[in-house]
């Protein structure tokens, strides 16, 4: 910085929560109290060995993993190396953290953008009004339809620096027209971002290992917007938009590694009841994880599933009951004379139950690739629904045809392996044809209803016919709907 003036515009612009300098600053006689009162700055000075050019190389090349400064593209900033390696050193000491999230340095430089002192963007009202100080009525205010807490920083950034370089002035206006001249993709890009959470400060939750479990659960649904996003994109026809998008990480490993729904739940819940009729080694395994982590804070849980089918895999239903915390029961539909087709997720946190219900199996399918229909009830213990549906699993539960896992495990093994044989040699065999099958009138019949149809068109209502003569002495009546109904094996 070349004058006072333009570093107090700029710290007046960006407004950090906390500027950190050495003692030089202090006495350089820039008005310390002034940022401290009128913009809430906390202001840290640091002994001057924090400063010094060995210790900051020796911080930058450290952290990022390089032999030279040359290396981060700093060699023309030698005050940025040395600010940019106290602010590093002064992280490490008060966060107490690896600071892996911190992977690159931009250097930054006032000549790209122009300069606006804050006299003039007070009275210009670029971002706040001069009276109320709110961003109501100021410029940023009126451009402000953005769908994300990023985007409404970008802007704002956009607003307080605009770009001097003719060049990039008319690629981001060419941008701003192609958006225009697609209407129906734009609209589509905002539906998709509308959804986003504000990703930079989930991200450093997550890297201070502060964040809960609902802040993963907005980073997964944040993150599977990513994919849409860019594929809208990709629609624009722009040169911007192609820089964009060879740049955009869709982060699909990262989303595959975050929570399902019903993992969401059972991290947080104080014990869970599942009733569903399928259970499969690939549905459980995603969940698995999470279940042993319940294992150990001792959380109980109670599955139901059934015979059903034989379709329940015997290795998913061991890997369940080998959890000490997980009581297994199945439903035995052939001794019970009835269907059990439930799919029901029941968590309980304190006093308040969240229960999934639809059409959801523990199987892969069913829980990340089928369209499936669930839906969430959110309700007190005192909930007539919800105290509805604990009571229907608690019968079924406690009903004489749901077995403990020694009573039902041998037999439906060995009817497993059966059945899973069975299936395997019939889909070996050629499948004969359905019009080998298919079932003709005789001769008898088919003379039958001519003659039925000519006595019709004579102006007869009805007609009878008695035959004893291998037909199973079929009585046979006619009437002016004509045609062939099976009953009880003889045609009528």
């Given at each position: 910085?070349?004058?006072e003036?333009?570093?107090?515009?700029?710290?007046?612009?960006?407004?950090?929560?906390?500027?950190?300098?050495?003692?030089?600053?202090?006495?350089s006689?820039?008005?310390v109290?002034?940022?401290?009162?009128?913009?809430?700055?906390?202001?840290?000075?640091l002994?001057?060995?924090?400063?010094?050019?060995?210790?900051?190389?020796?911080?930058?090349?450290?952290?990022?993993?390089?032999?030279?400064?040359?290396?981060?593209?700093?060699?023309?900033y030698?005050?940025?190396?040395?600010?940019?390696?106290?602010?590093?050193?002064?992280?490490?000491?008060?966060?107490?953290?690896?600071?892996?999230?911190?992977?690159?340095l931009?250097?930054?430089?006032?000549?790209?953008?122009?300069?606006?002192?804050s006299?003039?963007?007070?009275?210009?009202?670029?971002?706040?009004?001069?009276?109320?100080?709110?961003?109501?009525?100021?410029?940023?205010?009126?451009?402000?339809?953005?769908?994300?807490?990023?985007?409404?920083?970008?802007?704002?950034?956009?607003?307080?620096?605009?770009?001097?370089?003719?060049?990039e002035?008319?690629?981001?206006?060419?941008l701003?027209?192609?958006?225009?001249?697609?209407?129906?993709?734009?609209?589509?890009?905002?539906?998709?971002l509308?959804?986003?959470?504000?990703?930079?400060?989930?991200?450093?939750?997550i890297?201070?290992?502060?964040?809960?479990?609902?802040d993963?659960?907005?980073?997964?649904?944040?993150?599977?917007m990513l994919?849409?996003?860019?594929?809208?994109?990709s629609?624009?026809?722009?040169?911007?938009?192609d820089?964009?998008?060879?740049?955009?990480?869709?982060?699909?490993?990262?989303?595959?590694l975050?929570l399902?729904?019903?993992?969401?739940?059972?991290?947080?819940?104080?014990?869970?009841?599942?009733?569903?009729a399928?259970?499969?080694?690939?549905?459980?395994?995603?969940?698995?994880?999470?279940?042993?982590?319940?294992?150990?804070?001792?959380?109980?849980?109670?599955?139901?599933?059934?015979?059903?089918?034989?379709?329940?895999e015997p290795?998913?239903?061991?890997?369940?009951?080998?959890?000490s915390?997980?009581?297994?029961?199945?439903?035995?539909?052939?001794v019970?004379?009835?269907?059990?087709h439930?799919?029901?997720?029941?968590?309980?946190?304190?006093?308040?139950?969240h229960?999934?219900?639809g059409?959801?199996?523990?199987?892969?399918?069913?829980l990340?690739?089928n369209?499936?229909?669930?839906?969430?009830?959110?309700?007190?213990?005192?909930?007539?629904?919800?105290?509805?549906?604990?009571?229907?699993?608690?019968?079924?539960?406690?009903?004489?045809?749901?077995?403990?896992?020694?009573?039902?495990?041998?037999?439906?093994?060995?009817?497993?392996?059966?059945?899973?044989?069975?299936r395997?040699?019939?889909?070996?065999?050629e499948?004969?044809?359905?019009?080998?099958?298919?079932?003709?009138?005789?001769?008898?019949?088919?003379?039958?209803?001519?003659?039925l149809?000519?006595?019709?068109?004579?102006?007869?209502?009805?007609?009878?016919?008695?035959?004893?003569?291998?037909?199973?002495?079929?009585?046979?009546t006619?009437?002016?709907?004509?045609?062939f109904?099976?009953?009880?094996?003889?045609?009528?």
């Amino acid at each position: 910085m070349d004058a006072e003036r333009k570093l107090l515009d700029e710290v007046s612009r960006f407004n950090p929560s906390e500027i950190i300098c050495n003692e030089a600053f202090y006495m350089s006689g820039i008005d310390v109290d002034d940022m401290k009162n009128r913009l809430s700055i906390t202001v840290s000075a640091l002994d001057s060995w924090y400063f010094s050019d060995g210790l900051a190389n020796e911080t930058l090349l450290s952290h990022f993993h390089v032999q030279t400064i040359n290396a981060l593209g700093l060699e023309d900033y030698e005050s940025g190396v040395i600010a940019a390696g106290a602010l590093l050193k002064y992280l490490y000491e008060t966060q107490m953290n690896s600071l892996d999230n911190i992977l690159e340095l931009h250097p930054y430089s006032i000549g790209k953008y122009m300069i606006i002192d804050s006299s003039s963007r007070r009275n210009l009202e670029l971002v706040d009004t001069l009276r109320e100080k709110q961003k109501r009525g100021s410029l940023l205010w009126v451009l402000d339809k953005t769908r994300t807490a990023m985007g409404a920083r970008l802007l704002r950034t956009y607003v307080e620096q605009p770009l001097i370089e003719k060049a990039e002035i008319i690629k981001r206006q060419k941008l701003i027209e192609a958006l225009n001249a697609n209407e129906i993709t734009r609209d589509e890009i905002r539906e998709y971002l509308n959804p986003i959470y504000d990703l930079e400060r989930l991200i450093t939750r997550i890297t201070y290992q502060s964040a809960n479990p609902r802040d993963l659960i907005a980073f997964r649904d944040s993150l599977k917007m990513l994919p849409p996003i860019k594929q809208q994109l990709s629609d624009i026809p722009c040169a911007l938009t192609d820089e964009i998008n060879e740049e955009f990480d869709e982060l699909k490993d990262i989303y595959e590694l975050l929570l399902s729904s019903i993992e969401d739940e059972l991290l947080v819940c104080d014990g869970f009841q599942i009733s569903v009729a399928f259970i499969t080694m690939n549905g459980i395994t995603p969940l698995l994880q999470t279940l042993k982590e319940l294992e150990k804070r001792n959380i109980k849980g109670e599955i139901l599933t059934t015979n059903y089918l034989n379709f329940s895999e015997p290795k998913a239903l061991k890997k369940l009951n080998e959890l000490s915390n997980i009581t297994l029961k199945m439903y035995d539909v052939e001794v019970a004379n009835e269907g059990f087709h439930t799919k029901g997720y029941i968590f309980r946190k304190e006093e308040i139950y969240h229960i999934i219900i639809g059409s959801s199996n523990i199987t892969s399918a069913a829980l990340t690739d089928n369209r499936e229909w669930n839906t969430k009830l959110v309700s007190t213990v005192h909930g007539e629904t919800a105290k509805e549906i604990v009571t229907e699993f608690n019968e079924l539960w406690n009903s004489n045809y749901a077995l403990t896992f020694d009573e039902f495990y041998e037999n439906y093994n060995e009817h497993y392996k059966i059945i899973k044989h069975q299936r395997e040699v019939a889909k070996q065999e050629e499948i004969t044809s359905i019009e080998k099958y298919k079932l003709q009138p005789n001769s008898m019949q088919i003379g039958f209803i001519t003659n039925l149809k000519k006595i019709l068109e004579e102006g007869e209502d009805r007609a009878l016919l008695i035959s004893a003569t291998g037909e199973r002495d079929i009585f046979m009546t006619g009437e002016r709907n004509l045609g062939f109904i099976r009953v009880s094996g003889a045609w009528s």
